[in-house]
């Protein structure tokens, strides 16, 4: 059953969320260059983003598995499912950047901006939303799932609408996945550590 206290599931979200950007960024720095100069700003998106997935898990808790730990990859994989849609979408149309540079192509700066709002942003709240009603058969759930789906392509999602239907989309989904596994298997433990703490 789902307590009152959701302090332990914000904060084990925080938690696996910058786990999930330091492995991110590990990857990045060997497999693709260094990035660490977006680490302060990543690690903002990471907090926030996570705190919105522990808040949709704790409120999603009496409909997701008995054991916490298939609980908290199925509630990554219902995610990761939000953001196929603004993947797919992005698929379809011309690139937003120059894969040779990996730099935004002249003149797509507008296309860039819808992009992130209409594909990405307003397709993952649809989906999300539809899973936590789905799920829960209430409005509270619902939204908190639109919003989790949001902040996750915010966070781990982000680069969906540059590298959809380029040469680069394999090793964008496998940096979050890597990303999401370790964040999903995290949050198990920092959720039993935290809930220790609160008790």
């Avoid at 084990?12 to 990045?28: D, R, W």
């Avoid at 808040?55 to 409909?63: D, K």
């Avoid at 594909?119 to 058969?137: D, M, Q």
């Avoid at 999903?184 to 008790?199: C, E």
């Amino acid at each position: 059953m789902e307590t009152a206290n959701n302090t332990p599931a914000l904060l084990a979200g925080v938690a696996a969320g910058e786990i999930g950007l330091l492995v991110f960024l590990t990857i990045h720095h060997f497999t693709i260059r260094p990035i660490w100069f977006i680490l302060l700003p990543g690690a903002a998106i990471a907090a926030v983003s996570g705190a919105a997935v522990g808040w949709a898990f704790h409120i999603l808790r009496p409909t997701l598995p008995q054991n916490i730990w298939l609980a908290s990859l199925m509630l990554a994989g219902l995610l990761t499912l939000t953001q196929v849609p603004g993947f797919l979408l992005g698929a379809v149309r011309e690139p937003l950047i120059d894969m040779t540079t990996a730099t935004l192509l002249p003149g797509k700066g507008q296309a860039a901006f819808m992009a992130f709002f209409l594909e990405l942003f307003l397709t993952a709240a649809l989906v999300g939303g539809l899973i936590g009603w789905g799920l829960a058969r209430e409005a509270r759930s619902a939204g908190v799932m639109a919003l989790a789906a949001v902040l996750f392509a915010l966070g781990p999602g982000h680069n969906i609408p540059f590298f959809a239907g380029t040469s680069g989309a394999g090793k964008m989904w496998m940096l979050m996945g890597a990303f999401i596994t370790a964040a999903a298997l995290a949050f198990p433990a920092a959720l039993t550590l935290f809930t220790r703490l609160d008790n």
